[in-house]
């Protein structure tokens, strides 16, 4: 994905989302609506809250995390109990269905009972020492104060898989929001610190760009987290490694779906379309490529261009309500061209392949477009972020080798996000789950949705990460280091390795 939609050396004027040093956040479904506003911090301002952020972490990282964990859970109430306010405001920033906001909020909610309960495990091991009369041990301990930039497509959930785990573990943070979509992570801490948490634990910035470069660069900045394109990533990644600082990314993907010819259609129908089109295509695990046998694909093409003409009223141009705008105009037609490009380069335009409203009337949104492609094809390879579903044939005499084909062209990309496979066929099922390149891999279900707030380690392999793990207990990595202590209570010099 594009972080934050800002390209490098592309300012928010640029864009029109600044008037008088303030970021203006607009409703993408309806954007005569202002829906926040938010002062960008100036340097002098984002120096005091790193230094607020490193002189909160001398004392929050002294609380024993049993304690950190009630700070946490009263937090948690207050997620609960203001869960449909904070859905709404979700809603109207971003433009997702209302329903999907909940389950943003909701997730916030998960993820916090999770590491509400790391506060009392937090487990480090014990060793068999070498010689009589000693113990070694080693502990997890906090590293100092984090940076978390964000992405507008999940911008209430995101922050707290980040937020959740630093703090149980004795960090503290300093969030930047995306620009596009700023007042929830701003509501995420507001929570943190109406629950009670220690001045300075836990902080926002704004800005674009240029404000994130600058906290994951200062040297009190101990940890960066961030969950956006690969450009900025790997750009986050040299500060990162510059400065030997902890850094997790989460970045973009190109996810598939193979679909066997024994496969359930009316499951395909329905888990495709939600990968493909929830939150209008605009999340890192989008379903954006299916590839699917030849002997189906025709029944299961016209299945999906029914349903994703469904979505939309052809005549007026105009979206259902239960399907997400696009974030802004620049990624509006930036869809367009790339479908205009794939369309130009062979591929077969099934259904959508416009733009239904480019704000003149309502808000940017895009049809829910299919297409035939050819691997190799750019289309096939390269991220949309949005309501695209690119469709590959594969035409073998049995499952086997279908499945052999399909896994080939689903691993040759730069990604390794998301996959999934639909088949009733346990054996084939299982060697695709072995097979994929990806940090997240489904059977029977859509590339989206992942479970956060425990079961799943979310994260990517290949260019969508560096092996960090977010919203499970793998994310506690990112956020300590490691003590060995070794306790001698034999009352007499032991030299390892000699004695
Ligand atoms: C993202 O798009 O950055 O698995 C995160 C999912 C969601 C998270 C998406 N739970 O689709």
Known sequence: ????????????????????????????????????????????????????SQEAFLKW?????????????????????RKEELSL???????????????????????????????????????????PNKTIMTIKQPIGPAV?????????????????????????????PSELAPLSGKLFVDVLNEAGLPEGVAQCAFGAGDVGEYLAKHELTKIVSITGSVAVGRHVAEIAANGFKKCALELGGKNST??????????????????????????????SRLIIEKSISSEVISRLEK????????????????????????????????VEEAIKEGAELVCGGKILDDGTHNGYFYAPTILKVKHGMKISTTEVFGPVL????????????????????????????????????????????HDFESGLVYLNAPTIGAECG??????????????????GIAALETYTQYKTIAIDYSGKLQRAQID
């Not at 920033?93 to 999770?114: T, Y």
């Not at 141009?317 to 997400?324: D, L």
């Not at 425990?454 to 919203?471: D, I």
């Open 89 to 131: 405001i979700l809603h109207r920033e971003n433009g997702k269905p209302l329903e999907e906001a909940r389950g943003e909020i909701q997730e916030i909610i998960d993820v916090f009972e999770f590491f509400i309960g790391e506060g009392r495990r937090m487990y480090g091991t014990t060793g068999q020492s070498e010689m």
């Open 61 to 81: 990282k002294k609380l024993p995390a049993p304690t950190r964990a009630q700070y946490l859970a009263k937090a948690n109430i207050i997620f609960a109990e």
């Open 258 to 287: 193979i679909v066997l010819k024994d496969a359930d259609l009316d499951l395909v129908e329905d888990g495709v379309l939600w990968g493909a089109y929830g939150t209008g295509g605009q999340r890192c695990t989008s379903t």
């Open 307 to 338: 349903r994703s003409k469904a979505l939309y009223d052809e005549t007026n141009n105009k979206c259902a309500i239960n399907y997400a705008p696009i974030i802004n105009k620049k990624q509006l037609e930036k869809i367009h061209r790339m």
């Open 390 to 433: 690119s469709v590959i044939e594969i035409d073998e005499k049995d499952k086997e080798t279908a499945l052999e084909k399909a896994m080939i062209i689903a691993n040759d990309i730069e990604y390794g996000l998301s996959n999934s496979i639909f088949t009733k066929d346990v054996n084939l099922g299982m060697q695709a789950v």
């Open 148 to 176: 978390f930039i964000t992405a507008w497509n999940f911008p209430a959930a995101v922050p707290s898989w980040k937020a959740a785990p630093a703090l149980i573990c004795g960090n503290t943070f300093i969030l930047k």
């Open 1 to 52: 994905m594009t972080i934050n939609t800002i390209e490098k050396n592309q300012t928010l004027e640029d864009m029109g989302l600044i008037k008088d040093g303030k970021i203006i956040n607009i409703n993408p479904a309806k954007i005569t609506e202002i829906v926040s506003e938010h002062v960008i911090d100036s340097q002098a301002d984002l120096d005091k809250k790193l230094k607020k």
């Open 454 to 471: 425990g079961a799943s380690q979310f994260g990517g392999w290949k260019n969508t990460g560096n092996g960090s793990r977010e919203s």
